[in-house]
């Protein structure tokens, strides 16, 4: 089982910042997209922000020029810039890795990292 290492939660108030990292263990070669998800309680996991290996990205409309996404592809890591954050975006985020080897598709998460906004 492939585990992504993730860190940079944490208690922040609102309008304050963050910066999520992840990383996926460099024997995992190609990895195509990585992203943030999210999940609050009571509610289902969400799609924040992702990534392709080119650079290309996607956001929540929720995120859009708050968050910012990047990536360091020789590092297989994956960043998730927090601005002007919201009492709404306290939730578990989890980093997601997708790859694959022989024409079989793996995926992977993260343990997940808290972020609590305080309003």
């Known amino acids: 089982q492939v585990q992504l290492v993730e860190s940079g939660g944490g208690l922040v108030q609102a309008g304050g910042s963050l910066r999520l990292s992840c990383a996926a263990p460099r024997s995992i070669s190609s990895i195509t997209t990585m992203g943030w998800y999210r999940q609050a309680p009571g509610n289902q996991r969400e799609l924040v922000a992702d990534?392709?290996?080119?650079?290309?990205?996607n956001y929540a409309d929720s995120v859009k020029g708050r968050f910012t996404i990047s990536r360091d592809n020789a590092k297989n890591a994956v960043y998730l810039q927090m601005n002007s954050l919201k009492p709404e975006d306290t939730a578990v985020y989890y980093c997601n890795a997708a790859w694959s080897l022989s024409r079989i598709s793996y995926d992977s998460w993260g343990q997940g990292t808290q972020v609590t906004v305080s309003s």
């Open positions: 990534i392709t290996s080119g650079g290309l990205t």
